[in-house]
């Protein structure tokens, strides 16, 4: 199986890795938000050379393609087409959401016996969020949620959840649900090495013409 670049710049922290059949070979992280411009192409290229791969080598470039920080989509999602198109590589786009219940389902001691809720920071009390079974099938769709203590409440009462992602500590501090848990991620660069390589395993690639990032609230989309 081919090399892949994984790109995820949708957050405050972004990585750029190199995996093959699911497995970093090696990583870097930049979290100074506002330098990811300049982190991602440096990254790739530092990454290739200590690992000795050439361009040749490399099977697909993946992207997380939101939702998230507005600028951080734009900067990996325009990475990714130019390194696709140039290379001549498939593209992979992956939801962030769902990335974040997959890095929480992998950490996950009985991961069957929760749901998982993946929150992503949109400032003030609003959140970018879903809410996924252990097998990463939607029990709540994406939404940009404006939190108060109401929220999650119907899915709660019949289901532990667990929270997680940068916008779960907002959450955290005004929950008050006993089936409510919060498990903090380390897990994440990870799940999209495994996640991308069944996409690229399956052929699961986004036409590149028609690749943009999921801003999901709509007056990002028309943008």
């Not at 950490?107 to 879903?130: G, K, L």
């Not at 667990?162 to 500590?169: D, R």
């Not at 660069?189 to 028609?210: G, H, I, R, V």
Request: proline share 4%; aromatic share 8%; hydrophobic share 50%.
């Amino acid at each position: 199986m081919s090399y892949i670049i994984n790109i995820d710049t949708a957050t405050e922290t972004a990585f750029v890795n190199i995996a093959k059949d699911g497995v970093i070979i090696n990583g870097l992280e930049n979290t100074a938000q506002k330098d990811h411009g300049a982190f991602v192409q440096t990254a790739i290229a530092s990454l290739l050379t200590a690992a000795g791969i050439q361009f040749n080598e490399v099977g697909a470039i993946a992207v997380t393609a939101g939702p998230g920080s507005y600028t951080g989509l734009r900067v990996g999602m325009a990475s990714a087409k130019g390194l696709s198109y140039a290379l001549n590589k498939p593209l992979i786009t992956i939801s962030t959401l769902e990335l974040l219940a997959a890095a929480a389902i992998r950490q996950s001691s009985d991961a069957s016996t929760f749901f998982f809720c993946s929150m992503i920071d949109a400032r003030r009390m609003e959140v970018f969020t879903a809410v996924y079974n252990h097998l990463l099938s939607p029990v709540m769709a994406p939404a940009a949620l404006v939190l108060n203590d109401l929220s999650y409440l119907e899915l709660l009462e019949n289901q532990i959840i667990v929270f997680t992602g940068n916008g779960a500590a907002k959450w955290q501090k005004i929950c008050t649900h006993p089936n409510a848990r919060f498990m903090p991620l380390a897990e994440i660069p990870a799940a999209m090495a495994l996640m991308t390589n069944q996409s690229l395993t399956n052929k699961q690639f986004t036409d590149l013409a028609y690749a943009e990032p999921f801003y999901l609230k709509e007056f990002q989309n028309n943008i």
